[in-house]
Structure formats: C-alpha cells, structure tokens
C-alpha cells in the first residue's frame, strides 16, 4: 500500500531463513520493511524506526542488528535469519521452548527480537554467564516482563545447548 | 461445585465476611498452567494490528498543532486536496457527527476547529493512496494561527484571570476527603511532619505503536479493528463521532503488544480520525502513529504537586493526616474526572492519598486542572502511584524522626482485618497486607539489612554506600463506578469443547490464559477445551474496559454465573446416565464422577451430547455486578472500592557517592491477591510491574519546554533495560477475596506502585537524605548528597 | 500562514540512489559526482537517525562497507591502526585494543547496544562529529590522527585538529573518506581507561565520557603525564589541557590529583541540557570522573607490574 511510487527499482539477492530471495525494490527500502511488505515476514516488529527498541532486531550475517536501521540494498548477497527460521520443519528450538515454559512471554512483541538476540548469543558463546545474558539482550526493551523470566529461560536454555564440537569461542563485548 | 463456609473470629466486633473454602482440590485453577497463546508469539506467527492485510487501504495522517494554545483563524486545504492520490483532506467542519471524544467528559475534538490546546492537537486529517502523498499533503495546508498564551502549570492556570483552556475555566473537578476533626487530631500529635513532593508526566512506551484498520461497509455500518484495551468505550465514542448508532458501528479487539492503561483511549483517538476519514471516503483507512505521534499526542501519567502531613504520637501512633493534590489534567479530561461515586483518576488519587493506614482525622483537598500540556489518562495505578510516592516517603520520614524502624511504624499503623479507612470503609475481608509484610521482611532478611541512615562525615567516606526501603500500598479491584460490570456468554459444545464469548481484552497480562482457567475450572473440562473468540463489540456482552485490575475478578464471576447455568443441564443428563441425583455429581477433568465414588463416572462429553440430543442447550449467560460503590462528594466517606490487593516491597540499593548514580541490587515484591489463579503468570505481573516502579523512581519523565516534549522516542525517554534489573524476589500471599472467582482480587496494576518509594527510601537510607520529587536521577541524588555535606546536618 | 510538518514522520528516507562502490577509488569518483545531494554510510546508525528527524536530506548514499581492508585492526610500528569500517563491537573485543588502548574498548563496548555495535564503525563515529562520542574521546586521549583520503592523495590529520564544532568536521564530505586511524602504542608504565555517565546501563546517550591515558613511574611516585579527553564539555571533543600540564611530571599525591580533577572541571564547560542534566552537576561529574578515572589507572598499573 506504502511503496507505490515512481522510482526505480534495484535488484536485490539475500538468503532468508536458508532461503535463496531475489526482490526488485526501491533504493530507499528498509531491511524491517523487505522483510515484513515484500516477504510477509511480519514476526518482525516495527517500534521506533530508530535502532533504540530493538524490536525490529535480525540476525545478519550472523551478527544481530536492528533492521530498522539497515538500508535493504546494504543486506544484499547477505544471510538473515528471522523468529520465523528460528524453528526447525515445524519444531521449536529449545531456546522458544524454554520461553514458553518458563513465562518469558507477555504481550509478545519484543519475545522475536529476544528470541534472536538469545540464539545469537548461545550460537557464539553456548555457557554464558548471568551477566553477559543481561548484555546479549540489552538492546531489547521490553514493558512487561520486567526480563527476569526471559533470562531466566536463556539460562535454563543454555543448560542443554549443544556445543558444536569445533565453534570457536568468539569473544563477547 | 459446593462451597463450605469456615467462619472467622474477630476479638473486636465487626461483622466480617465468611471466607469460602473449597470442598474439592482444584484442577486447573491455581496452576501454572502454560500461556494459551505462547506458541503463536513465539514463532511470530501472531498477527498485531500492523502485521495484517489491508489491501486497498488509504493511509491516513494528521496535521498537527506547532503551538500550545492558539486559535485556529484560517485553515487552507484545497492544495492538499488538489494532489493526486488524495482521497480527502478534512477539517473540523467534516466530523459528521460529535466532534469529541472522552471516556468521561468528551472535550477532546477529533479535529480542533477553534483552537487547539496542546502542542499535537489535530488541526486536519488526510487519507490518501500512499504515506508519502498524505505526507506531502499534509505539507500543502496552511493554517493560521493565533498564539494565545499558554498554561504550563496547575498553579498558573488556577491565577484569576488565568488563561482559559476551556469554556468553563480550568478548574476541571475537585474532590475531598473529611474525616473526624483535623484540627483536634492535630492538637493531640506529638510529633507533625509536613512534606512537599513532585512527580512528572510519565509515558507508557508500550513497544507496539498505536494502529486502526476501519472499514466502511456499504450497508451503512462501520469496523475499527486495532490494539484497544476499550472496545466498547471505543465503539461508544466512535458512534457518536459519526453520528451513528452504538449498533451501527462494530470494534474488533487485535492482540495488544503492551497496554498499560494507555490503550484506553487512544485507540478512541486514532479510531475516531480514521472512522471520519474511512466514513467520508467510503474507503478502508489504515492509520499508524509513529513512536515520536504516540509520545506527542496519547494520554499520560498525570503529574501531580502533593503537599501532605502527618501528625503522630511519639510511640508512632498515628492520629492525624492532611494533604493536598494539584493534579495536572493537560489539555482534555481523559480519565481525570469523576465517573460516580468513585471513578477517575483524580478521585482516586484523593481517596489513596492517606494511605492503608488507621487514621482517625484525615482531610484531603484535590484540584484537577487543565493546563495546555498533554493530557493525563490512565496509566497503570491510576493516580495511586503519586500518592503513594508521597505517603511512603512521608511515612519513611517520620519513622527517622521518631528514631523508629520504618517496618515497625508501619505495622503499627497498617490497616488488617476490621480496619477503618480514611473513607471510613471498614475492611471486612481479605486484608493480607501485614502477611505481605511480614513474608518480606523474611525474605528481606529486613532485620539483619536494616540501620538508621548515616551521619554527613559517613558520605565523605568511601566511594559507594548501600542503604535499604520499604514501602507499602494497596489497589482496589475495579473501578469504583456505578455502571461496573462483566458479561460474558457461554457455549459447551456437544463434544465437549468450550466458546468462550467476552471483550476484555489480553495484553500481554495474560487474562487470556487467566479466563481460561476459571472456565476449564468451573465447567470441568481442561484447559485445551476452552477457546476465547476475539473481543468483538458485535459478538460478546458489554464488560466496560480492561483496567483497574479487575478482569480477573468480574469477568471470572461472570464466568462462573454462566457456568453454573451450562452445568445444570449438563449434569442433569450425567444424572440420567449415571442413575445418581444431581447433588453428588462432580465435573472435573472432562470426567463427570460420583463425589463418593469417583470410579463411577462418564465422560463430560457423553453427558454434553446428551443433552444435545434433547434440547437441553448448554448456553449459559453471566453478568457480574460487584458490591456497590458509595462515595459522599463533601465528606469522600463511604465504601469505594469493594476489596484491596495489598503489597510490601523492600529494596536494597547501592549509591554512588560520587556521582549519585543509584544501582537497585535487591527487591522483594510480596502481594496478598486473593488467589493466584496461574501463579507463573502473577510473577510476571509483579516482575514487570516492579521493572515499571523502577523506572518511575529513577529514570522516567517527559520533559516539557514551553508546551514541547523534547523526549519523544526511546533514545530520550528512559525506560528500564536488561542491564538495569536487580535481582527481584515475588512472594504471593493468599487472603480468599469473597467477591472473587476462587478468592481472587487484582495484580496488574498493585506491583508498579510501592516499588518507587522502596527504592527512593534505599536511597534515604544510604545517603542520610530524602528525594522529593521523581525521579531520582543521578543529579538529584547527588545533589542530595551534596546538601547534606554541605549542611552537615 | 503556517505550513509545518514538524509532528509528521515518514517511514520512508527517500534517498534515491543507494550506491556500492567496489573500492575507494570509486566511491571518491561518485562523491563528486553527486557532490552536495550524496553522504557516505558505513554503519548508518546515526545516518539513518538524522534522516528520520529531517535533519539532513540526501538523494544519494554512498555505502562503503563492501571496500575490503578498511576493517583490520593492526600494530605496525608502533603504531595502532583501526580501519575506519571497523564496527564497535570488533573494537570492543579485539585483543589488541582490549591488551593496549582499554579505553578504546570501554568506550565502544558500552555505546548502544549489540545490535548498534555490530552496525556503527569507529570511522562512523569519529565523523559523527559529536562532542560526547563513545570512540572518539578515547582516541583523542590517545592522540589519534586521523588518515583521509581524497583524488589529491592522503593526509593525516590529528585528531585535536579535526572538529569545527558539533557535528562538524574539518572533512570535506563530498571529497573526502576516512581510512584509518592511528595512534601510538601504549608503552611500559602506560594504561588507558573510559569511564562513562549515563542514566541507565544500555541504549543510552552520555551524560559524560572521561577517557585518560596514563604514564606513571610507580617506584618514583611520579606522574610522567597522564592525557584528559572529555565529553560532551565543550562544542566539540576535548583535551583538559590545564589539568594535563597539573599533572605533568607530578608527584603522586591525592592532593595533586584532586587538584587536577577540579581544574579539569574549571577548562570545561558543559552546558545545561534539559535531557542530559545542568551545566553544574556535568562540571561537577568531571571531576568525579577525572579523579576516578585517575585513581583506576594507577591501580591498572600497580596490578599490572606488581
């Protein structure tokens, strides 16, 4: 409905969810905006348009980021994963069956970008500490659970997450 | 199921309410049971109001006001509407019908035609094909202005000669409290303490913008879809906006990414301009509002200027307490003003002021007023957050003053079972405040972590100090208002699955889930049986708002009255095919069993399908009314709120000395809330709610320059993150509500309201020194600090 | 008349042209040629903010993360270089840094959020111009030049030299990149540190950054100099000059650091700022900061060299 407009269109390649995308997009498009409009991925949230609530958070590249800040054409030849590749054929990853079990989910809306930056953390550093969970979600906000229950289910979550046998330990900041 | 009742010895005599116990061990109720609606969110698969389709839509924007206060002298829009790919461009002369909108007084113009009266204020609205033409248009009109001059506070706009904001001056309501005889119980304190706090504008931030989807039908009735805590307040105002009739005009509840009271009425705001535009273009209108609109424009925590004292016995009795509020409307009356005998915010804040103590003078004096500022709504705690800011604080001085510990003044004074309230409400049941009490100070280990403050050479020590708090309070359940009600209807399928038909709304609070449970509980199915269809204006009974915490209660009674009319032909037909009079049959678990012999039972649903078979239809209706509300309007005596949820939350912080900056280790939350029907979920409530609290006494504010927000989005408007959490300790506490579904009262609202002044009384007590007005932001607190070393008192 | 769209935001940026150059050569080619309407984006953290509040309006970004080898942190004689595409968060924990220019880590590993430092460059940052920039006051404690490059070739630019007021660089923007940044590094008996001020732990703008560079003889109690960089205290980054000549060749005593944290605090100017706290409290804080700050550095020391 937004988009129509007389400019002209880029082309555009980028892997979603393990899925190979080619779009025809204007210049000015935002990642959130591809994602959500033009691939119907609407697990992605829209906030703030300003990087600071998190919610439109992606992984990119395997580096999460708020996409809401990224110019679609920049992400171009890149991998992206969403809440929506999070699952496997129709299973849950641990990570959304440990917010489910332990309430780390309340109106719902920051639980993608959380999901995202929690998989992120345990995809690089699988033992994390209290502390360095707190850091890994910060740049999410959320209203409603006060956060104890989602780091509390990151922690459970990261209990029994697999270490891949040669990941090397990238360094947190 | 039967209820035997267990009396309850008093040594004074007052007349309490018998506590109802429960025959059978519950089944559902009571448990942690899973969110329903958990997978859905955590696949993203859920659609919000922004995620669905619409095709064909127009977008709509609004032209708003630069200026505070200004009359409105010429407005120019055949530019704009010149522009191709503009379907209309309105003004205030386009409102069909009333052109305002309020849940209580509807002062506020959909689209200002004479003046606007806040910066924001709607001047036009434009629907076009895409954002970037109604933008463009929104830049071909031109408007005239004529400046008038603003009011930026409560005490300018209550100068004679003030400025009028409105018509009848900006006074906007009063409201009081008068009890027994303040002077007399003045004269007999030993010891007077009079304090003077603040506390600011505060913003929900709920992190899902506001959204509506309105779609005319030809046939002359209307849809707004969207997130909105108020159907039917909603749909209310929007009827007559349009000029309709309440049955012409249809809102649809969709999932709600966060509330927090401020999903009352803008929704009624956003809803109105699309419907106007919707109805006048006869085309679907979507309207979004960007962060910054949401901040600019939506109803507010109100700011309030609290002048109290308190007079007590030097053993710390209490005898006396006054107090003034000017509370700060804004622009329109929102949820300021009086919805009899006992709602609105103001009113509200007035009867809370004093506090859950045994007071036997009190006099309260409140003014609400307009200000050209934005308006104050409904904002989690409703006016109690204020007042409870001030007493707690107050309370916690007087404690210093008396050399006493502030628990052990509070104990004293608390109200309990029999107690009589500054409205001289006595407290007939479920008054599990000093259980809450006593639960943190264990938890706390308050004995072993409190002493009296330092001395000023103390602060010149070292380069952080850690100090602890408490605070207490109580939220009503519901509203307090004479039209109060839940209605819910109820179908029990053949197959044993449940339609559950009721339009209040889930947010994340988890009424969903909470409702659920009670249905599954009272018709004895389980919890996968029971769907609730979505809030529907055209489909469930009217219910009011989902505010004041009172979902669980009323619309769980409602659930319970319909119940218990689906399960009289249900059992009547267990009866048949069981061969046992009704009176000994229990349905539980989708069985339906012999009480004194649970072997000899059927399933639920052959006992349903039977009744299908033979007309006895399992449709049951509820409509739930609580206890009446009574309030006198010159003395504020009477019985508001028919029951309490209670609260006791201890912090422990840690200052920096050096640059005031204050870090929260520590926080345990206990709450008497009836029965906790999920107790997971009610963690959430408080874990959240004391996040919110947290934001309140440290970081969050609007900040106002001439009329200005300059806060508008998150990267100014400071709000809680994962690095600021401390570790927070819920403790539940159950005193059975009789009034409610199982003995439950509220919990969303009560743990954001005490966790402010125990964490500023932390910091009181590690710095020797009080915070009076919110936040307490690192400059504060080091100013604080700095006084008092300069002072050396 | 008045015509404001002042309260309305658009979702779209409307930039029209969002170009890739392969390597520096190109991008300069296509900053002239859409010299005045183009801005380079390497993050665009910031970038993309400005353009929302309409602060700045641009037909054309030039996006130079696909250049290769502006990412690398290196030491090569002595000298640590930091690409100018280098993201926060790889400064954050880049053993280099984190081992020789601590404040550099602090400062990037706090700014924002994880999301904000896997997207901003310290390139990005030190063009932002911002007086109270996370990475820039750190390199400015370190006395960082700054390596541009234009058609006429390169030049360094020290990093004091580089700022014209807030938001405003000395740089060219339609002629002129930025590829690097260098500074010396640290040597025996010498730390860096960042310490910060802000009204919450995350995503969240400063209320003060202090960043020191500190060389000290611990067996001679004596300061050899110790390098004050504050922010936001003044209209652009900044050295507290008067109290760096203080604490030149100082002997070690709290007095004399005290000393040196308030005159720090009398150079600097901080003014009020309704969102950030009064003019007072912020010259109050640098010296809290400035004494801290000196405080831990000498504590990093006597930890490191036992």
Known sequence: MRWRSDMVKEKIEIEVNGEKRILEIEPDQLLVDLLREDLGLTGTKVGCREGECGVCSVILNGKIVTSCLVPALKADGGRITTVEGIERDGELHLLQKEFIYQGAIQCGFCTPAMLLAAKNLLDQNPRPTLEEIKRAISGVLCRCTGYQKIIQAIQIASQSFDIPAQTPRLAQD | MEKRKKKVLLKEKVKVLELPVFQEALGVVGKSEIRVDSQDKVRGKLLYGAD????????????RSPYPHALIKRIQVEKARGLSGVAAVLTAKDVPGRNGIGVVIPDQPVICGDKVRYVGDAVALVAAETEEIALQALGLIEVE???????????????PGAPKIHENGNLLATSKIRKGDIA???????????????????EHMYLEPDVTLVTPHPEGWITIKGPMQAPFTTRKNIAAVLGLPMNKVQCI?????????????????????????????????????????????????????????????????????????YDEQGAYASLGPLIPPAGGVHV???????????????????????TNHPYGGAMRGFGAPQVNFAHESLVDELAEILGMDPYELRIKNCVELGSETATSQVLDQSVGLKDAMQKSKEAFQWVKLWKPGPKPEELEKGEKRRGVGMAIGWYRTSIGTDSDGAGVNIHLMDDGSVLVYQALTEMGQGLLTTLSQIAAEALGVSLEDVRMVIPDTDVAPESGPTVGSRSTTLM????????????????????????????????????????????HCIELKEAAKRSMMLGRRMMGQGWYTPPKSSLDPETGQGTPYFVFTYSAQMAEVEVDLKTGEVEVLKLVAAFDVGKAINPRMVEGQIEGGVMMGLGYALMEELVIKDGIIQNLSFQDYIIPTSMDTPEIIPIIVEHPNVHGPFGAKGIGEMPNIPAAPAITNAIANAIGARIYDLPAHSERVYTAIKDRLNKKV | MHSTTQFAWSSKLNWEKYLRPRDLSEALTLMEEYRGEARIIAGGTDLLIQLRKKKLNLKVLIDI??????????????????????????????????ENAGAISQGASW??????????????????????????????????????LSKKGERTIPLTEFYEGPGKTVLDSASEIVTEILFPALKEGETSLSLRLAKRKALALPILVSSLVLSADLAKKRFRYVNIALGPVAPIPFRAKEAEQCLASAPIREEIIKEAAQKAAQESNPRTNPLRGSGAYRKDMVAALVERGIQQGLHALEVRHG
């Not at chain 2, 669905?52 to 032209?63: D, H, I, Q, T, W």
């Open chain 2, 52 to 63: 669905m389709e619409f095709p064909g839509a127009l977008c709509g924007k609004v032209l």
């Open chain 2, 145 to 159: 202005y004529k400046s008038l001059s603003p009011v930026f506070s409560t005490e300018e706009a209550l100068r």
């Open chain 2, 184 to 202: 007399k119980g003045f004269m007999a304190a030993e010891v007077i303490l009079e304090r003077t706090y603040t506390v600011p504008f505060l």
């Open chain 2, 253 to 325: 509840q969709t999932p709600i990414g966060g509330g927090f009271g401020g999903k009352e009425d803008s929704p009624i705001d956003l809803g109105a301009k699309a419907a106007v535009l919707a109805w006048k273009t006869g085309r679907p209108v979507k309207m979004e509002y960007d962060r910054e609109e949401i901040t600019l424009t939506t109803a507010k925590r109100h700011p309030m200027i609290i002048h109290c004292k308190i007079g007590a016995k030097k053993d710390g009795t209490f005898v006396a307490f006054e107090g003034t509020i």
């Open chain 2, 348 to 370: 509200h804040a007035v009867i809370m002021l004093a506090g859950p103590y045994v007071i036997p003078h009190v006099k309260v004096d409140g003014y609400l007023v307009y």
């Open chain 2, 556 to 599: 769980g009674n409602a659930i319970l009255m319909a119940a218990e009319m689906i399960k009289k032909p249900l059992l009547e037909s267990a009866s048949d095919i069981l061969g046992l009079p009704v009176e000994r049959l229990i349905a539980k678990n989708r069985l339906i069993y012999d009480r004194d012999n649970p072997d």
């Open chain 3, 65 to 98: 993360t696909n250049i290769p080898g502006l990412d690398r942190i290196k030491c090569e004689e002595g000298l640590i270089k930091i690409g100018a595409l280098v993201t926060h968060h790889q400064a954050a924990v880049s053993p280099l840094l984190r």
């Open chain 3, 111 to 148: 700014l924002g959020s994880p999301q904000i430092r896997n997207l901003g460059t310290v390139g990005g940052n030190i063009v932002s111009g911002q007086p109270g920039a996370d990475v820039t006051i750190p390199l400015l404690a370190l006395n960082a030049r700054v390596k541009v």
